[in-house]
């Protein structure tokens, strides 16, 4: 269950839709706005009543967004065709599966999103759907939990997923919430803004054996020794460095 208000939801929702087409203009942006009102309002959800109420899906965005185009100035039908053939192929087209309302059950205290055998095509915007609901947990839940992200190279490498890591990491202590980022390659954080704040942020590092390729800067990274550099370098299965703060250990 997302716990967005009213406001918050239409902010994420236009975030969304620029992962979904890619660049929106600034009248594509305000097109969408005033569909999005009118959409929600057909569902009786205004910023005033938004609780438990049955969301729209992207049909009835599709939908009210071609009969206000028939109304449209000059000026706004090309923004108006624009959306709108993007917008049919997840209504009609080959990712017409999104346009229903979700199944997946995330009541279970350990949940599982797993987006490795989905089209590429498909992923970054099902990577922002998983993390803006991981998002809204964490600020409305102060129990104890623990977000573990493995292959992360695949999340700091799309700019609006980046921006969701940067958020958690900088606030998710806050909320009672431990991250553990798992990755192949150093380059990935040290090559991200919210790679570098989570090396900031991070109370450990687990370094295990690296390819000399990358292993320069592994080492700059992380300020390492020679003899440091050379154990990751030789390092067997299970064998690595573990640091914490300034303390280096070899495991």
């Known amino acids: 269950m997302l716990r967005h208000s009213y406001v918050e939801k239409r902010l994420a929702l236009i975030d969304m839709f620029r992962t ?10 305000a097109v969408l706005d005033n569909a999005l009102t009118e959409t929600y309002a057909k569902k009786g959800i205004t910023a005033e009543h938004y609780r ?3 969301a729209p899906k992207l049909g009835d965005l599709y939908d009210n967004l071609k009969r206000l185009s028939k109304g449209a100035s000059v000026y706004e039908r090309g923004p108006y065709a624009a959306l709108l053939g993007r917008l049919k192929m997840y209504t009609t087209g080959v990712f017409k599966f999104l346009n229903r ?3 997946i059950d995330v009541t279970n205290k350990f949940v599982v999103f797993d987006v490795g055998a989905m089209p590429k095509q498909i ?12 998002y809204s947990q964490m600020k409305h839940d102060s129990a104890r939990k623990i977000l573990l992200i493995d292959e992360a190279w695949s999340l700091l490498q799309n700019a609006s997923e980046e921006g969701y890591i940067f958020e958690i990491v900088k606030t998710c202590r ?17 090559g991200s803004k919210a790679g570098r704040a989570l090396l900031s942020n991070s109370s450990y590092t687990v370094l295990l054996r690296q390819k000399p390729a990358v292993i320069n800067n592994v080492v700059n990274a992380f300020h390492l020794s020679k003899t440091e550099k050379q154990h990751l370098l030789t390092a ?3 064998e690595g460095l573990l640091l914490l703060e300034n303390d280096h250990q070899q495991i």
Do not use: A, S
Not at 20 to 29: L, P, S
Not at 123 to 134: A, E, G, R, S
Not at 176 to 185: A, E, F, S, V
């Open 236 to 238: 067997q299965v299970g």
């Open 20 to 29: 979904m087409f890619g660049d929106i203009t600034e009248i594509q942006q």
């Open 174 to 190: 806050k909320y009672n919430l431990g991250l553990l980022m798992i990755t192949q390659d150093v380059g990935d954080l040290v």
């Open 52 to 54: 438990g109420k049955v």
């Open 123 to 134: 992923k970054p915007l099902m990577m922002f759907l998983i993390l803006d609901y991981v």
């Open 101 to 103: 309302e979700t199944q």
